[in-house]
């Protein structure tokens, strides 16, 4: 059964740093296109960032650029997220998906459970 697990979440003041991690089980994602998604509360949830199945291509929204670099090692089958000069509207339960096809905006065939991230001001 497929699974995506994230980890690293936590509670952090604003212009600290976080690194999440994504394991990924089940089926080889050696080959998906990855992706990091949040969700605030009384929001919907909105893309962060995407990274191809060969790490060659990354994508991130606007918001995040220069902050957050997204990478991902394929031997170990996990994502990264790495986060740096936090905001406090960086506040959210952070997703990892995955989908079979590089579009980094598009629809996503796997979820994980979410994990809190908490910027204090």
């Known amino acids: 059964q497929a699974r995506l697990v994230e980890s690293g979440g936590g509670l952090v003041q604003a212009g600290g740093s976080l690194r999440l991690s994504c394991a990924a089980s089940g089926r080889d994602f050696s080959r998906y296109g990855m992706g990091w998604h949040r969700q605030a509360p009384g929001y919907k949830r909105d893309f962060v960032a995407a990274?191809?199945?060969?790490?060659?291509?990354?994508w991130y929204e606007d918001s995040v650029k220069g902050r957050f670099t997204i990478s991902r090692d394929n031997a170990k089958n996990t994502v990264y997220l790495q986060m740096n000069n936090l905001k406090p509207e960086d506040t959210a339960v952070y997703y990892c998906a995955a989908q079979m096809y590089s579009e980094p905006r598009g629809v996503y065939n796997y979820w994980g459970q979410g994990t809190q991230v908490t910027v204090s001001s």
């Open positions: 990274i191809d199945w060969s790490g060659r291509s990354r």
